[in-house]
């Protein structure tokens, strides 16, 4: 249960449609679910605004599809997996219990258990990255986003190798809540951007690039030393990280 469903809950409660008894022994469920591998925090949503996360890298399809139905089963009615390969997505599918609806997107290595729910943030995040390699990290910045309650529009392609593409989305970076800036090679885009919009912009380096970028080194560091002020970084191919932090300032 996320802090959403227990408003909606308590709701339904004042409206006399849910007894208070029985909201009362929702509530008090077990705030963790031990499935033998796996130790489930059921009551993040309710602390945090949003349930738990899966992070499909170094789980077994098993395991996953254990844990889409131990927080299905516990009242979370969406789930997200990041880092699944579609090999690890297919089988996961193949194995949930639950009969909740599964859908991948490969280009972020997203699994999404329940579906997207309506967009409850009080603006548009706007995921801009530099370059075509960058879009699976975009990508699964975005979808996280979108995941947790919040409209979001794209802008692909606009590096600062060819800065007049940047500059015709100009209107569309300005109307944004949050701004979140992909770029691997130097990473100069977040800077860019910084400079451009009066909204907070969370930058995510990404490894794409030659030799000195060090798997994406380069542009952290870059990142990190931005003269643009409202420019915060997170770590390096961390999309989910952005999308999260971009939720949390699109909803206060």
Do not use: W
């Amino acid at each position: 249960m996320d802090k959403r469903e227990l408003e909606e809950l308590l709701a339904r409660v004042a409206a006399g449609e849910v007894a208070p008894t029985s909201a009362l022994a929702r509530i008090q469920a077990a705030p963790v679910a031990n499935v033998g591998f796996a130790e489930l925090d059921l009551a993040r949503g309710v602390r945090q605004g949003a349930g738990e996360v899966i992070y499909g890298e170094g789980k077994t399809a098993e395991q996953i599809a254990g844990i889409i139905d131990a927080l299905e089963g516990a009242g979370q009615a969406h789930v997200l997996a990041t880092r699944v390969s579609a090999e690890k997505a297919r089988c996961a599918a193949e194995l949930v219990t639950s009969g909740i609806g599964l859908e991948y997107h490969e280009d972020a290595c997203l699994l999404v258990a329940g579906g997207m729910p309506e967009p409850t943030g009080a603006g548009t995040i706007v995921v801009a990255c530099a370059g075509t390699s960058d879009l699976p990290v975009a990508e699964e910045a975005a979808l996280t986003a979108e995941f947790l309650g919040n409209r979001v529009e794209r802008v692909v392609d606009v590096g600062v190798a060819g800065l007049h593409r940047l500059l015709a989305h100009a209107e569309q970076l300005a109307a944004a809540r949050v701004v979140i800036a992909v770029a691997g090679m130097e990473g100069a885009l977040a800077s860019v951007i910084g400079g451009l919009v009066s909204c907070p912009v969370i930058a995510v380096p990404t490894s794409v690039g030659y030799g000195a970028n060090l798997g994406g080194v380069a542009a952290l560091l870059s990142m990190l030393n931005s003269c643009a002020s409202g420019v915060s970084v997170v770590n390096i191919d961390n999309g989910f990280g952005a999308g999260y932090q971009a939720s949390l300032i699109n909803h206060v």
